[in-house]
């Protein structure tokens, strides 16, 4: 491998889009027999749409899940029935209650404060006593305390946040979280949890992609296009809907998606706050018996931007949201490279398997080359890449150690197009996985593509990339 990157060195500038496209048509020849096209998987189940009408998946509409109807279809296909299983990026927790449901123990890792509040609410509802948090909220709905009570503190804002709800609202959310501090505290993480669901339904903002958007009545200017959302509910309209919502999902003994009653002994949980960089190096070697994940994808989708409105009402300032940014998988024009050798001398393998990944190594050239010409709509995109990979190969190599052998790993991922460059990522950290101890055993593939992005369409027409969930099985 290491003699690719070299030849990758003296090929002529003009040639190099031509190299980087045999050294795809290569690796993708070499993996054909591993591709498998499923029509039982589609868009749907790799995104939050399969989860939208599932009750207690649907409180919180965590754009970036898969279903949990995913996680049921793996555990099954692949035999998964006991033992324990770990999610590195376990983002609203669906592969924790998916997996957990179906009697298995889990662990999980999950950085954003958000999914770690959705995850540990979730849990305190399913070991607390129901009926209460069902009072409390029939009494809310009923009594609506935000409409009389006091606002005695200020509503936490970001730079990025400032004016992001008509100001009725804004004082309204205010009086409801003084009541809320009232309550006891099972109740109380209840009402928050509630109004973390509805904070895009009601302020002047709609996540998208990389950012929020933000209708013409903010008084924010976003390009020539003014944006209108359309109808905003009040706050009493979104949060007694959210009430209801909830309280009709809990109550629901006898249904398949009830959150306390279960055919079977659910499996333990626990979650661990942090960087997966920082916490995978801490857990105990050949000890898990699958993994099942979805890292960020190399989109340039800024997590700390799309939920800019909940890290605040969290209490996030512009420090931690920095700090926040820069924890995150490289996924974004802004993160800095990060000393991975200082976090953990023993990736050096890791980072060798990834210097020595020619196809990686061809495109890496040609978006530095790109970037020197002056052709990137952003200079950071060479950098992103390359950490987004290299640090992948170090989440890659951490996983091979604490997977037992022969458990299997399970990554939900997109391949991106950057200067109208295809990058098949399934098939680099595929090559990669190979390097650090990984079988091949499956690349599952979805029935339709995804088209590249609006702004490289009008360039370099509508091409579609591969979405995969890729099945790597660790060496026995």
Known sequence: MAENKQNILVVKPEDLLGHIDAMDCELCSEFDSK??????ISRLHVSFQDNKTRAIYRWYKFKEAFSASLVEFLLDKYKITRGRLLDPFAGSGTTLFAASESGIDVDGIELLPI??????TRKLLDSSDISEIIS????WAITKPWEHGEAKDCLNELRITKNAYPERTRLELEKYLNAAKQENPHLRIALIFSVLCILETI???RKDGQYLRWDYRS???QGNHPFD???????????ITKFKQIICDIQNPDGKDSLWKTERKAGTMNLYSGSCLEIMPKLHSDYYDAVITSPPYCNRYDYTRTYALELALLGTDETELVRLRQNMLSCTVENRSKDLLNLNPEWCTAIDCAENQGLLQAILEHLNLQKNLGNLNNNGIPRMVRGYFYEMACVIQESARVLKPNAPLFMVNDNVRYDGVGISVDLILSKI???LGFRVEHILVLQSGKGNSSQQM???GRKSLRKCVYVWRKNG
């Not at 591709?35 to 039982?40: A, I, K, R, S, Y």
């Not at 999914?115 to 540990?120: K, L, S, T, V």
Request: with cysteine; proline share 3%.
């Open 458 to 460: 009008g360039e370099y």
């Open 433 to 435: 996985a190979e390097c």
């Open 229 to 239: 959302k359309g109808h905003i509910p009040s706050f009493s309209e979104a949060i």
């Open 35 to 40: 591709f498998l096209n499923l029509e039982t």
């Open 203 to 205: 302020s002047y903002t």
């Open 136 to 139: 409390g909220l029939t009494r």
């Open 219 to 221: 008084g924010r200017q």
């Open 115 to 120: 999914g770690q509040q959705i995850i540990e």
